[in-house]
């Protein structure tokens, strides 16, 4: 724990000159992750520590906890599991070829891939990712529970948008498995992704919809682009409920 801190304070100071006088780039860290894993809470706690510092000055870090539910099986069903984060990681997986997945896996603009525990290699992947050009992406709340989002065009891509629900925290006593009798907290719980449709490089992509977590304090919005479902990602937004009104 003390190494995670360390790492992230030693880039930041490092990245600061790199971070001014510059807009900052969005770049989406993804982690997959389980209660039913022992190897997870550091993990957990590394990705919340890149949300709640922003330790690169040139990036906003825009983070997602996909809790897979492979684990569910052997001996606790982590209540924030879906199958739809299995199988989106067994699509990275094979993107990354790998031989198989594992957690805690982070994801880096859908570039990247390491151990969801690893601080330093977390820090140097943001920080590259940064450096890459991204959509312009406007995600708005309109009124009740409509949201609008717009992505600029990209050309030369066929990409993919997709809209997240994300449950700013959530916390569980693990009462079986390998994290018996822990209190183990979350940050930015996925709790599912809508595909919005595809956006090209001859229009803005614009579409409106409704949202019944729109505006509601627990959640945000994550709005992403992304090549092919599980490629390269090619821009992100994020909407707080405090942004809404």
Not at 42 to 57: G, H, N, V
Not at 97 to 122: C, I, K, N, W
Not at 145 to 167: F, I, K, N
Request: charged share 25%.
């Amino acid at each position: 724990m003390k190494r995670t801190r360390g790492l992230l304070l030693s880039l930041a100071a490092f990245s600061l000159a790199l971070g001014a006088g510059t807009s900052k780039s969005p770049v989406l860290v993804e982690l997959f992750t389980s209660e039913g894993c022992s190897d997870c809470p550091a993990a957990d706690r590394l990705l919340e520590q890149l949300d709640q510092s922003q330790p690169i000055p040139g990036a906003q870090i825009i983070v997602l906890s996909e809790h897979v539910d492979y684990w569910d099986r052997l001996g606790w069903r982590d209540p924030f599991s879906s199958h739809f984060f299995s199988e989106r990681q067994q699509d990275y997986a094979r993107r990354f070829r790998l031989d198989s997945v594992y957690t805690p896996q982070m994801v880096v603009d859908g570039t990247t891939e390491f151990v969801g525990s690893d601080g330093g290699r977390a820090l140097s992947a943001i920080a590259a990712a940064a450096k890459a050009n991204k959509a312009t992406i406007a995600l708005e709340y309109l009124s009740g529970t409509r949201v609008r989002v717009e992505v600029d065009p990209l050309p030369g891509h066929g990409s993919d948008v997709y809209l997240a629900v994300v449950e700013r925290a959530g916390a569980s006593q693990v009462l079986r498995g390998e994290n018996r009798g822990r209190h183990l907290h979350h940050v930015a719980i996925v709790r599912r992704v809508e595909a919005l449709g595809k956006c090209s490089g001859r229009a803005p992509f614009v579409k409106q919809i409704a949202v019944e977590e729109a505006g509601n304090a627990k959640f945000r919005l994550v709005a992403f682009v992304q090549d092919g479902g599980d490629g390269p990602v090619r821009g992100a937004a994020v909407l707080d409920a405090t942004d809404s009104r």
